[in-house]
């Protein structure tokens, strides 16, 4: 079965200046979920905007080849909402504030499948309360709702339309446990009912570990490794990947320091085809990962002594 | 010597109520972390604790005076010493100002000259994780993750003797994160600062609170060591959160 999104050698710079994403290609299938992973700043958020058309031209410079249920996407404003869906990573800047929450996940309905207005508000509040929010909350505005409620909200605006594809970013960081697993078993459902495909952004390895088929690690922009979930993650290859999981368990004993990779992920990456730009953080460097220019190995990594190798 | 109680705290919204008779006390020093499910009601206490908000009934009292009025002299007195990282960073980053900007601000309303603040932005930023460039950029140029970083250098910059963190590392990654909380640890356990803590990841709240609080629809639940709170829960709604956590499979 072809890909409902397939994106191929994405770049994107900002106008003129150095690459903050390069060399990234996935694909997005119907009925799976693929996971995002990678340090804060690595170019998850923007990956995303970039696969709904959403960064503004006269500043960002897009590369590569998208296409979205076969076609290289053109018109934006039809695929947007009733194809391809975002949860933005911030949801107080995603909803308008002058506006009910009811009225706006109704108006998405209104716009993407074409229902009434009363209809439409049935259908809004239907949607509230399968996320967990009173129906009878929806006359009220985003300043009345908690963090983690605009979250769901947002969630339930994506979902109303009835997209195609789903790209989450970091759709459940304000939910506990229990209304976290509530709001994805949701997606999951429709994952499986109605062949969904999603990319969930997120930087919780568990929460990856439990909801993604496949994962993509991101790492300064550039692609460290990807494969199935379970692989990647109790056989990492690449040692950036190893060393972010190395991070992910708490100590037994409380008020113990944690283990952190040393140093900065780079603020942008550097000019041209640049070596492993994992390097100057990386236990394992040697002379030639500073040498060799970036490779994509088939076993699904970029790092030039993996783990499991003799270092 | 108690730093921060709070007694009998009650608020509603609309006749909603949201926090039912809340109480909590607080030594110098000491960690405190707050979970709950979300729109329990986290928040609402977090900024009656504050003092940004009055509650309807029930008091809040900072070294045993209550505390003053939102907004009046005597809080802005306070509130150097007070200070709080705000669950989502965009609604309080000013969009039209520069990083470094945000971070100046809370040094000259207390006084410091130009010259001192500007010597202290690269050190600020450096304590989490972020590269001076960032200094000049606005928060439109930041990540989620860049962004709440710069909340958090701005909340220590005037070491307070209370810092409320309400979800400060949830959009981090591991590593960033453990770097985050090591700088938390190591600024209550030199500086003697006390902290409230609100996560939705009970790890995080195991590991950096000293006790517990569960909140309920606007009620404690369940109070204890944390370590007692998380291992061996006794309220069903406890257990359910513990029960319901993802957890990275043995490698
Ligand atoms: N409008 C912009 N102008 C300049 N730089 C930007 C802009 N937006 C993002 N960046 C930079 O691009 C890099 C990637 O940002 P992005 O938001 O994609 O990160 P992220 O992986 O989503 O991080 P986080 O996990 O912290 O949300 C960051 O270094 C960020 O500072
Ligand atoms: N300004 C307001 N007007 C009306 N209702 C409000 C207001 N602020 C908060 N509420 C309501 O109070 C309740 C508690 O909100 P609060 O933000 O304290 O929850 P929380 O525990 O922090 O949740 P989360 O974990 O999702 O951030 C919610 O039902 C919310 O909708
Ligand atoms: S390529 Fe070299 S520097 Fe980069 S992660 Fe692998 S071993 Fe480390
Ligand atoms: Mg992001
Ligand atoms: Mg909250």
Redesign the pocket.
């Known amino acids: 079965m072809s890909a409902a999104l397939e994106a191929r050698d994405l770049g994107i710079a ?1 106008a003129g200046g150095n690459p ?2 390069e060399r990234l290609s996935f694909d997005l299938t119907a009925g799976r979920t693929l996971g995002l992973v ?12 970039a696969l709904l058309g959403l960064l503004p031209a006269d ?2 410079e897009v590369t590569g080849s998208l296409r979205i249920l076969g076609e290289a996407p053109r018109n934006w404003a039809r695929l947007r909402g009733s194809v391809i869906a975002m949860v933005f ?1 911030e949801p107080r800047l995603a909803l308008n504030p002058r506006m009910e929450v009811g009225r706006q996940i109704a108006e998405a309905l209104e716009l993407h499948r074409g229902m009434a207005r009363a209809e439409a508000r049935r259908e809004a509040a239907r949607w509230l309360d399968r996320v967990g929010i009173a129906s009878a909350r929806a006359e009220d505005r985003p300043a009345a709702f908690s963090g983690g409620m605009l979250q769901r909200i947002c969630i339930a605006m994506a979902l109303a339309a009835g997209p195609r594809i789903l790209v989450a ?2 759709p459940t960081t304000a939910l506990d446990a229990t209304v976290q697993a509530q709001v994805l078993d949701l997606v999951g459902d429709l994952r499986r009912e109605l062949g969904l495909a999603v990319l969930l ?1 997120t ?1 919780d390895l568990p929460l990856a570990a439990q909801r993604c088929d496949d994962l993509l690690v ?1 790492y300064a ?1 550039r692609p460290m490794e990807s494969g199935p979930t379970d692989r990647v993650l109790r056989r990492p290859r690449h040692r950036y990947t190893e060393a972010l999981i190395a991070c992910a368990r708490f100590p037994e004993e409380a008020g113990t320091p944690l283990a952190a990779i040393p140093g900065q ?1 780079p ?2 990456t550097p000019p041209s085809i640049p070596p492993c730009v994992f390097a100057d953080r990386c236990r394992f460097a040697r002379e030639d990962c500073l040498e060799r220019p970036y490779t994509w190995f088939p076993e699904g990594h970029a790092c030039f002594h993996p783990c499991g190798e003799a270092p | 010597m108690i730093l921060l109680e709070a007694r009998g705290v009650r608020k509603a919204y609309q006749g909603r109520p949201v926090l039912a008779g809340v109480a909590l006390a607080l030594e110098e020093g000491r960690t405190l972390g707050l979970v709950g499910e979300s729109g329990s009601g986290k928040t609402t206490f977090g900024r009656i604790l504050m003092g940004l908000e009055r509650p309807d009934a029930g008091e809040v009292l900072y070294r045993g005076a209550p505390m003053p009025p939102p907004r009046t002299p005597a809080w802005r007195a306070l509130r150097r010493k007070i200070q709080a990282v705000h669950q989502d960073p965009a609604a309080v980053l000013n969009p039209g100002w520069t990083v470094q900007e945000a971070l100046e601000e809370p040094f000259r309303v207390h006084g410091m000259s130009r010259a001192e603040r500007r010597a202290r932005i690269p050190a600020l930023l450096d304590q989490v994780g972020l590269p001076g460039a ?1 200094a000049s ?1 606005r928060p ?9 970083r710069v909340v958090i250098a701005r909340a220590l910059s005037l070491e307070p003797d209370l810092l409320f963190a309400d979800e400060p590392v949830s ?3 591991t590593s960033v994160q453990a770097q985050i909380l090591n700088l938390l640890m190591e600024v209550c356990r030199e500086r003697g600062m006390a902290m409230v803590i609100v996560s939705h990841d009970i790890g995080v709240v195991r590991h950096m609170a000293e006790r517990t609080l569960v909140l309920r629809d606007g009620a404690i639940v369940e109070e204890g060591p944390s370590q007692a709170v998380f291992d061996h829960p006794e309220h069903p709604f406890t257990r359910a959160l513990v029960e319901a956590l993802p957890r990275l499979g043995g490698a």
Do not use: C, P, Y
């Open positions: 900002l903050l994403v990678g340090e804060s700043g690595s170019g998850k958020s923007l990956t995303a905007q500043r960002f990573q970013d970091e952004i930087h991101l922009g992920v603020l942008v | 960032v950029r439109g140029e930041l990540s989620g993750g860049q962004k709440q959009a981090l990654d």
